[in-house]
C-alpha cells in the first residue's frame, strides 16, 4: 500500500457518506501518522479519528470500512512501539484488542495514566 491518500467523489452514497461527497481512501501509514500526532491525554472516537483525517486530506468524511482495516494493520505494524499512542483511539473493549491479542489491561493502565475516559 503507498503512503497516499487516495479521495474519490462518491457517485452514490455509501454507508454514512453521501451521493457527491468526497470520501476519504486513507492508508495505514497515514492512519499511523494521524495517531502518533493525537495530543497526550486526548482520546478520539473513530468517527472523530475518521473525521479528522478527512479534513487533513480535504475530503468530506473517511471510508469507515477501509479505515477499520487499515487501523488494525496500523496498530499491528506497530504495536511493539511503546510510543504509538493507539490507545488514544481504542479502549481495552475495543474489537481490535481481540483480534490482534493485545494485552487489554495493558491499555486500560494507559488511558488511566493519561486521563481517558473508561
Known amino acids: ?3 497516499r491518500n487516495i479521495v474519490k467523489i462518491l457517485d452514490k452514497g455509501f454507508s454514512d457518506i453521501s451521493a457527491g461527497e468526497k ?6 501509514e497515514k492512519i499511523s501518522e494521524f495517531i502518533y500526532a493525537i495530543p497526550k491525554g486526548v482520546f478520539l472516537s473513530i468517527k472523530e479519528l475518521r473525521q479528522g ?10 471510508c469507515p ?3 477499520g482495516i487499515f487501523l488494525r494493520m496500523a496498530i499491528e505494524q506497530h504495536k511493539d512501539d511503546v510510543n504509538f499512542p493507539y490507545w488514544r483511539v481504542v479502549d481495552e473493549k475495543h474489537p481490535v484488542v481481540k483480534k490482534l491479542n493485545l494485552d487489554g489491561s495493558q491499555i486500560k493502565k494507559k488511558r488511566v495514566n493519561e486521563g481517558l475516559p473508561r
Open 65 to 67: 470500512v477501509t479505515t
Open 53 to 62: 483525517l478527512a479534513v487533513k486530506a480535504g475530503a468530506d468524511k473517511t
Open 1 to 3: 500500500m503507498l503512503n
Open 23 to 28: 470520501m476519504l481512501i486513507s492508508s495505514p
